[in-house]
């Protein structure tokens, strides 16, 4: 499995700070402030957890982790999209908002490489600003069937928010 680049820039940091028990503050502090997701093991499909101080960040890092499994590299932003979504609670949000990414993937060849969200909690809504390019222009490896409901949750841990996702493979 491939990991971003920011999971090895933690990776090599958490081992630098780790020389001794004093250090494990600052080892955890620079965790919450580098770590945007990180997969998590599964037995058939692919899960991660995605995080962000606030919950649209945690929305915006989820897609990012979806993306980032298809293609590791950097992805250009030649194009720019916006749309909206609806949701029964901020599950159902969260599900509705990567599954629509995945349509825009399937029927527009429209991979992003960055997202802006906006969550309206009172309504279950979210707005969002897509930055990318053709998908047609990187040589994409694993590729995502569906998002699932399984083991799906988005919480508030602590000062930040969680999401996670297993995305069928």
């Known amino acids: 499995m491939r990991f971003s680049r920011t999971y090895k820039v933690v990776k090599i940091l958490s081992l ?23 997969f998590l093991s599964h037995t058939a499909d692919v ?26 590299g950097k992805v250009k932003s030649i194009k720019k999209l916006d749309f909206s979504v609806k949701g029964k609670d901020i599950d159902n949000l969260l599900y509705n908002f990567l599954e629509e990414l995945l349509i ?25 600003v897509l930055h990318g390019d053709k998908s047609s222009n990187y040589q994409l490896g694993l590729g995502v069937k569906a998002v699932t409901y399984n083991e799906m949750f988005v919480k508030k841990v602590s000062d930040k928010w969680v999401c996670q996702v297993v995305l069928d493979v």
């Open 16 to 38: 630098i700070f780790d020389l001794t028990q004093y250090n494990n503050l600052y080892k955890i502090r620079l965790f919450n402030i580098l770590m945007k997701y990180k």
């Open 104 to 128: 825009l993937l399937d029927s527009k060849n429209f991979f992003i490489s960055r997202a802006k969200v906006k969550i309206d909690k009172k309504n279950m809504s979210l707005k969002t």
């Open 47 to 72: 899960k991660f957890k995605a995080y962000g101080k606030t919950l649209n960040e945690s929305f915006e890092n989820s897609a990012l982790a979806m993306f980032n499994l298809m293609y590791n």
